[in-house]
């Protein structure tokens, strides 16, 4: 559903998100300039992952290491191309993916297999319909599933903390993301039982990841024997009962794109009010604080990358709720994207298209850095926003 009155007074106008589309093209061949060697050759075995605050340039992540990250790069080269349809760019996208095929079958250390998997080779399968994709996608939601707990009802996240921190079944909120991967799977060839998982890890997330405000813990960790919640805590936010931003951000994503797999309508009521917490506590130029509760100095850096996943998910949700609601969370988006454009765009000082996100701040880990993700998000925003506005239907899906 689309709200008129919203087209007449955008706060993002067609022509700035256009510019800001053309910026973020420029930025990619920045980056693939930045990344071709010497000899004109590019390592297609080496994504680009962050660029640290002081340093110019992009550090590079072998893709065999399964870093969590490695498949927005690719990702994102397969959203310009659906912006430019410039054939290089194809090309480069279809190199940088082929090198990924091989991460789908590696025995599973942790639940990321949806975060490298689905926006790398499912991206590109939806793009060019490439048998051998899908085949990749299939295999990779199997393998996946064998991190899920039936006694618990989700997927475990990260197998080493079990030991580490003693926390025997560990869900973190992010993994509301991985459930992208095994709804598509299910609907294209694989079996039913990836559905019934990814609803049943929503469901439980749904019913223990929240405080009663609707802000979420990051990692929820229950029994593995009889499946009982224990506590919730904290590894990348402020404190055990801090909103931590970005997680709050992938809930709202999360819980959107639940709804939009199985209509059911305890997910859309459920991700209204994550969404609005995240709205109502934002600070006044709509890009928040790497945590929500965090006492907040002139050194405190933001997350960028929190308000592009946050945006993104909210254009997806305008099209799902009442007029008035339809109204708000695409005005909140546009604002987002506004803000993010004009103060948070890296323009000269990297080949990132954003500066100011924050991976891991109590890790010391990418504080107040350019990071992929931050990038993938925003570019997937703004083709959100210009299909809402020509009346198409969100891309990829
Ligand atoms: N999934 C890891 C993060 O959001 O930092």
Redesign the pocket.
Known sequence: MLVGSLLLFPTVSMKAQDKSLDYCAAKLQSTLKEITRSDGAIDYTMAPFHILQGEQKWDLAKVSNNN?VCGFWPGLLWYDYMYTHDANIRQQAEKFTDAMESIADKPISNH?LG?IIFCSIGNAYKITQKEEYKQTVLRAADNLIKLYNPKVGTILSWPAMRHYKNWPHNT?I?NMMNLEMLFWASKNGGGKNLYDIAVNHALTTMKYHFRKDYSCYHVAVYDTIDGHFIKGVTQ?GYSDQSMWA?GQS?AIYGFTMAYRETHDTRFLDFVQHVADVYLKRLPKDHVPYWDFDVPVTAETPRDVSSACIAASALLELSTYVSHDKAKYYRSSAEKILSNVSKNYQSKEKNSAMLLHSV??FPGHGEVDASLIYADYYYMEALLRLKALRHHQPLMLQ
């Open positions: 969590w990321d975060f973190i992010d990348q970005r992938w991976g891991n």
